[in-house]
């Protein structure tokens, strides 16, 4: 099963959550990590590339800190131009059909924060439909998204437990979706 991470972190040297769980992602097998920050600094994405990328994957895991209840402004762009009409959607459009997208990411703040009586007045869940329907928009499986909160402090203890959360669901995806699709081969 190759696994294609697109990580976007607009500083990856301030990162301790997103760094940490990248770099547990990029010693897996079958695991190639993109990272757009450092690709396309200027923005000027090459959509063949990332297409090529996505094109050759089965489980597409965004990594991204939440940047104002969304992703990170690179990742937005790299929607906006990577999953163009007639390619990741419309009439005939079929490249993201049945692969699976999984969003992983840091909050800042503690998952108490996200409650009624919280900083933000809503739970996390609020947030997650605009990018679930961004997955299921262009024909992609939806995974429960993993979301680490208290990013800005972490413990090492917190951060290994996090990259193991990580891994652990990784492999049980993996598991599932590879028997998934030998119930379904022909």
């Known amino acids: 099963m190759r ?3 697109i990580h976007a972190h607009p500083r990856p040297s301030h990162s301790i959550v997103t760094q940490g769980l990248r770099q547990a992602l ?3 097998p079958d695991v190639e990590v993109r990272q757009l920050y450092e690709l396309y600094p200027d923005f000027d ?3 063949a590339a990332e297409q090529q990328a996505l094109a050759q994957a089965e489980l597409v895991i965004w990594l991204c800190p939440v940047y ?3 992703v990170p402004a690179l990742l937005k762009h ?3 131009q990577v999953l163009a009409h007639g390619w990741a959607y419309g009439p005939g459009a079929a490249a993201l059909q049945g692969k699976t997208a999984w969003w992983v990411a840091s909050a800042g703040a503690a998952a108490s924060a996200y409650t009624a ?3 933000h007045q809503r739970p996390f869940a609020d947030f997650v439909p605009p990018i ?3 997955a299921r928009f262009c024909g992609m499986h939806w995974l429960p998204p993993l979301v680490l909160h208290g990013g800005h402090a972490t413990s090492p ?3 290994q437990a996090g990259r193991d959360t990580l891994l652990a669901r990784l492999a049980q995806h993996r598991l599932t979706l590879a028997t998934d699709k030998e119930r379904t081969a022909p």
Do not use: K, N, R
């Open 3 to 5: 696994t294609l991470v």
């Open 26 to 28: 990029g010693g897996c």
């Open 45 to 47: 994405i090459d959509v």
């Open 68 to 70: 104002w209840y969304s």
């Open 78 to 80: 790299w929607f906006d």
């Open 117 to 119: 009586d919280g900083a």
């Open 132 to 134: 679930e329907q961004t």
């Open 157 to 159: 203890a917190d951060l």
